[in-house]
Every structure is written in C-alpha cells, then in structure tokens.
C-alpha cells in the first residue's frame, strides 16, 4: 500500500471519462489500497481513480465511524429516489473547499466487486450522497458542476486564493 500524490483542480484528469475495468487482478487490489491510504492520508470519506490520475472506473469510500471500506468498480447508478438531502460536499482535489449540494436521498448502484462478481446495493443518507458524489467523478463530473454558476464562481476564486496562501 501506498499513498500516492492527488491530482489538484483544475486537472483535465478530473473531467475525464474512466474507462471500464476489466482486468480483476493483483494490481487492481493494489490500486484500491493505494487509494484507501491516499484517502485516508488526505483526510476524505471517498476517492476514485481519477483524484490519483487513474483513468479506470474505481472508488472507495469509508464513511467516518465506520469500519466498513466499500469498493466499487464500475459502478452506474441505476435508480434515484425523488426524495432529496442536502450535504456538504468537497473533494480531496481541491481540500478547504466546500459547499451544500442537493441529490436523491436513495439510490440503487450496480458495480463489480474486486473480483469482478456483479453487485447492487441501495444506500441512503450520507452513503448515498458520496456514491452520487463518486460516480459523478468518474464520470468526468467535477463536484463543482453541481453548484450553481454564482456558487461554483465564489467556490473557484476561494479555491485560487487559498492556493496563492498554501501552495
């Protein structure tokens, strides 16, 4: 395991499409621990191949308080609930920056596990804001596009100044 460097906004790596996995072996269980230790290190809930500059379909997420790490490869959200939560979102590409985003509050996700077996899962709550969350990224959806134009422009213009101050 290792943590590997985050690919910071706006790095075109963070609007790519991931290609599907379709290789389940040793060095995609690397992957998901590299990134599990990275997201850890970062601090974060939630990370997908493209925060480490991996275009392959992957996250991980281990919700605070809880032991439980989820990987989800190749993961599509196949329903969403008309019912919406709001959360604070952030990412670990662009640390100190957050903002309240509204999604469903239930979903169902279909992916393949580490060994490639077909799985499906429905969340709620926070669970399923993160899986949102994730998906989006790996879909070439930046957290940021769900804002706003005013809110995303505010959130942009904090981000540059606190690079300026913390490169």
């Known amino acids: 395991m290792a943590i590997r460097p985050i690919v910071r906004y706006p790095d075109n790596a963070l609007r790519t499409v991931c290609a599907p996995i379709v290789r389940f072996d040793d060095d995609l269980r690397a992957l998901a621990d590299d990134l599990l230790e990275t997201m850890r290190a970062a601090p974060g809930v939630g990370i997908t191949g493209p925060h480490i500059g991996e275009l392959g379909s992957i996250a991980v997420i281990q919700l605070a308080g809880d032991d439980r790490v ?4 190749n993961p599509v959200i196949e329903e969403f609930s008309s019912e919406t939560q709001r959360h604070v979102e952030g990412s670990v590409s662009m640390p100190g920056i957050t903002d309240e985003i509204e999604r469903p509050a239930h979903i169902r996700v279909r992916y393949q596990t ?9 969340a709620s709550g926070f669970l399923a804001t993160c899986i949102q969350h994730e998906v989006d990224q790996l879909g070439g959806i930046f957290w940021l596009q769900r804002l706003s134009r005013l809110k995303r422009e505010r959130a942009i213009r904090r981000w540059e100044k606190l690079r300026r101050v913390t490169p």
Do not use: I, K, P, S
């Not at 580490?114 to 429905?122: F, H, I, M, P, R």
């Open 70 to 73: 989820r990987v989800y490869v």
């Open 114 to 122: 580490l060994d490639g077996t077909q799985a499906v899962e429905n």
